[in-house]
């Protein structure tokens, strides 16, 4: 079993930015494509950002391209979301998700096996 926690969210002004964290456990972390989604209300969850397990590979999403930044410590058992240029529009629940079987970029949800609890994002205008 895989525990993920999200931490670092809260309410930064437009321009702003946050570092979101998420922490695991349970297994070997190094193992795992990790990801980041977001769902804002009345919305659906929407793709964020994505790691490989080494790190070597990253995706993202058009509207993040440029502004947010993935990385992972796996010493730390820890991916990050550098929020850079923050918007209004930017503003959602975001949620880290792991995926132990597969060591490639995974974008879509449905890929993902673990997921954790989300952190709010709010971000003023």
């Known amino acids: 079993q895989v525990q993920l926690r999200e931490s670092g969210g809260g309410l930064v002004q437009a321009g702003g930015s946050l570092r979101l964290s998420c922490a695991a456990s349970?297994?070997?972390?190094?193992?795992?494509?990790m990801g980041w989604f977001r769902q804002a209300p009345g919305k659906e969850r929407e793709f964020v950002a994505a790691?490989?397990?080494?790190?070597?590979?990253?995706d993202y999403a058009d509207s993040m391209k440029g502004r947010f930044t993935i990385s992972r410590d796996n010493a730390k058992n820890t991916v990050y979301l550098q929020m850079n240029s923050l918007q209004p529009e930017d503003t959602a629940v975001y949620y880290c998700?792991?995926?132990?079987?597969?060591?490639?970029?995974?974008?879509?949800?449905?890929?993902?096996?673990?997921w954790g609890q989300g952190t709010q994002v709010t971000v003023s205008s």
């Open positions: 998700a792991a995926d132990a079987s597969s060591r490639k970029v995974l974008v879509n949800a449905e890929e993902y096996d673990y």
């Open positions: 790691i490989s397990w080494s790190g070597s590979s990253t």
């Open positions: 349970g297994r070997i972390f190094r193992n795992y494509a």
